[in-house]
Nanobody, 120 residues
Framework: QVQLVESGGGLVQPGGSLRLSCEASGTTRQFDTMAWYRQAPGKERELVAD???????YYLEAAKGRFTISREYAKNTMYLQMNDLKPEDTAVYLCHARRAISIEYTAQYWGQGTQVTVSS
């Protein structure tokens, strides 16, 4: 029932900016943690940033100082503001969310991704 839909990707020049959005539907309950992952062709999926329900954040070292993750709880939406984009940021960016269902089980969800291409 829960669905995550990303938007905001596109083609930008190096040094440009994009803001990605991830809108959750099918639930009114908050997730414990939401995160942005990315996967480039031929590369392993990597965690870019995450944010907990307490607003604590984590950033990939390569993203620190350039990317900002945030949540708008009333809209059940997560954002990733990306500034000073570099060609190595090119990837499919995927939304991820998880919540504890019980002490033994945590539910996890993935979006289908949005393409970010940084090129001259």
């Amino acid at each position: 029932q829960v669905q995550l839909v990303e938007s905001g990707g596109g083609l930008v020049q190096p040094g440009g900016s994009l803001r990605l959005s991830c809108e959750a539907s099918g639930t009114t309950r908050q997730f414990d943690t939401m995160a942005w992952y990315r996967q480039a062709p031929g590369k392993e999926r990597e965690l870019v940033a995450d944010i907990s329900s307490g607003a604590g954040t984590y950033y990939l070292e390569a993203a620190k100082g350039r990317f900002t993750i945030s949540r708008e709880y009333a809209k059940n939406t997560m954002y990733l503001q990306m500034n000073d984009l570099k060609p190595e940021d090119t990837a499919v960016y995927l939304c991820h969310a998880r919540r504890a269902i019980s002490i033994e089980y945590t539910a996890q969800y993935w979006g289908q991704g949005t393409q970010v291409t940084v090129s001259s």
